[in-house]
């Protein structure tokens, strides 16, 4: 089908999703966490037809076996895919809240409510479970979603997307075409392009591909292209507090966006060698003269360098940095409150390892993804990353001319 | 000077005033008022320079007169301006406002607070006040911003940013090039493609500026390209009221954004022909067959069409209307609530006139500007919209690996 009809499509059935109630969002999650339960062979089969395929491209050199991984599915993964659907269905509606409520004036009331953005546009590497997560995530806070995954899981994605609609189609008052799927490069290139009717493009993967999709729409992308976090180890530091956090936050999962890159150390701290010596005993390689400051290692090597003072540690995390984490270890209050007013990223730590910045962690209950944009949501994103609002207005006949005139005046109190 | 100069000089700014304190910007923003009241004369004198040769272009038919009477300031619009930044030095610090506080574990307490987005660039069209206004929003909301204004007033630009800058410099704790102002068509170009040091452009202008800006960004945009509001007389519509709202949503403002574009009708209107009697007499020019129902006429003429019903007219709305503004009058409260709920549109209204669509009527005592985007801000945008939050994390030396390894737990408990 061609791309523009599908986005058509989804628009339509974001326009109908919009208004439905809460109950059916979750019937309809539950079934599709039934589905994939009664058809779990049948996916694990084709996931196979997946495997083999992939196995090949590994063995010729043209596949990482990282991505191979990522790919797989087994009885694990396959739990905890459904579990998540089940733990989506629980979370509180993040549509029709009320953020403001105002009298204007007497029976003139605005009401600001929250309501959804309107068609998504995810596109994604090996992992097939994200189809069933950000669909879910879709449902759940009512928009509509087109799917683009990679080619290597395509069986996996296919099998997948038809089990969740058939199981959606049981379901009379859920709208058609709210979850959709699309295959081919020439249709990224056509979502990018559709900011007729895509409102978001949520990019899931790598630095390589978030950068193109940042550079080639101007439709919102929520995403991070790079995780270059930061640890400032001042020069009051507690010592076992700096080596116990600078090594969980390299070495807990070194390839995640919130492991550490770059470790800032005070001239002054007195025991700079014995922090080297202790990283170095727990299998962390340290650069002190990297090429360059802005490298994703992905791995368990750290830059360092040291710095003269607060002011250049925040200096060089502004100008390096990615915007995504960054923490400091002191004991000087005054220093971590400085360190978190200027530094300016979406999560500033004082004490605490970079690797906590997660929507888990963070009690939402979900992630749709992390942040590390200006506008809109920032750091970890939850469900209300989804959504938006319209203002509501009901009064009996008001016409702006009376305020105009003065013959009538505006209260504006919040009710 | 060189845009990426003036841009790099503006990220500089947006860092050091990111943790100004209120006290210091009202300051600020009084020594501006105060300026100008000041310096009214040069001000005058420079505005008469530009409308000397404004008159010339509009003598010969380059420039349109209604651009003449935005560009000419008098008294009036002086102190009016003058009084807007007194009125933004009076609003509440959007900065630094808690919006979340969470207890993620025992003394490990995570906090959303408000901070400003960074560095905005402003794109407007020949209404020079329009500097004061955005330039103090910028101050209050602790961002840069980069300004750049029609070249019919620049003159007038020019003085107004000078007094301004002279005004801010006598004050020792702001920040130098908070405000910055460039002048040619090539510095638009560099601006839309900065965006490693630009976070937000805001146009301000009429829709082909807009829909230019748009087009050729990835920025993120805040504003409308137009402003194609509805007003639906359901069947059993009180008239008068019908009557009232119509003429006033169409004439008493025509050419704002948020007058109304297009009135449906539902075919069993008692009153159809009385209605439409009455708008030709409030001077109101009925089009009963436009060309194209995405029209803006910014002038007394209203696109009408018939509908068979409710549905009908959200879907002709969800079609051809811009989610600006669009109102239905009725007396029938389900289908109301149909509408607001059905209507993708930033304001959905019943019996009240699409005009109450503005931040000053809405009681936000500012408006950057009415976004029609489906992210970050949507309708008529305040002080808030030109922020975003970062979230802080204080610990006490908490890993990641303690609570993977199910030693520790979240508590997740909001305090």
């Not at 694990?76 to 629980?90: C, E, F, S, T």
């Not at 507690?238 to 005070?266: F, G, W």
């Amino acid at each position: 089908m061609e791309f523009t009809k599908i986005a058509q499509q989804a628009k339509q059935a974001s326009l109908e999703i919009a208004g439905l109630n809460t109950r059916i969002k979750n019937i309809a999650l539950e079934a599709i966490a039934s589905a994939f339960e009664q058809n779990k062979k049948i996916i694990f089969d084709a996931n196979k037809q997946d495997l083999i395929s992939a196995k090949t491209l590994v063995e010729e050199g043209k596949l990482a076996k990282s991505t191979y991984n990522r790919l797989k599915l087994d009885e694990n993964k396959m739990r905890d895919m459904i579990q998540g659907v089940r733990d989506i269905a629980k979370l509180e509606d993040p549509i029709g809240e009320i953020l403001l409520k105002r009298e204007l004036d007497k029976d003139l009331i605005l009401t600001k409510v929250s309501c959804p953005i309107g068609v998504l546009g995810i596109i994604f590497e090996a992992r097939p479970d994200v189809i069933s997560q950000i669909s879910s995530l879709a449902i759940k806070s009512s928009n509509a979603v087109i799917l683009k995954g990679g080619k290597e899981s395509i069986n996996t994605n296919k099998t997948i997307m038809d089990i969740m609609n058939s199981a959606l189609k049981t379901i009379e008052e859920f709208p058609q075409n709210v979850i959709q799927q699309v295959f081919t490069h020439e249709d990224i290139a056509q979502m990018l392009k559709c900011d007729e009717y895509i409102n978001l493009i949520i990019p899931r993967g790598g630095n390589k591909l978030v950068q193109y999709i940042k550079n080639n729409t101007n439709i919102p992308v929520l995403g991070h292209a790079s995780g270059i976090c930061h640890i400032f180890v001042d020069s009051n530091a507690d010592y076992d507090m700096a080596s116990r956090i600078v090594t969980d936050a390299k070495t807990q999962y070194p390839s995640a966006c919130n492991a550490v890159e770059t470790m800032l150390i005070h001239k002054d701290f007195p025991l700079k060698n014995e922090l080297y010596a202790s990283l170095e005993l727990n299998e962390i390689k340290l650069v002190k003269n990297p090429d360059r400051w802005d490298i994703e290692y992905g791995d368990k090597i750290l830059s360092v360098k040291e710095v003269n003072s607060l002011d250049e540690a925040i200096a060089h995390i502004n100008k390096y940095g990615s915007g995504h984490t960054d923490s400091i270890i002191t004991n000087n209050t005054q220093n971590a409150e400085i360190f978190m007013n200027n530094v300016d990223s979406a999560g500033v730590y004082w004490n605490a390892s970079t690797r906590f910045a997660d929507g888990f962690r963070y009690g939402f209950g979900a992630e749709v993804g992390i942040s590390t944009n200006k506008t809109h949501a920032r750091g970890p994103v939850g469900l209300e990353g989804l959504t938006i609002y319209k203002y509501k207005l009901t009064g009996n006949g008001q016409i702006v001319d009376d305020y105009v005139k003065g013959e009538k005046h505006f209260t504006h109190k919040d009710v």
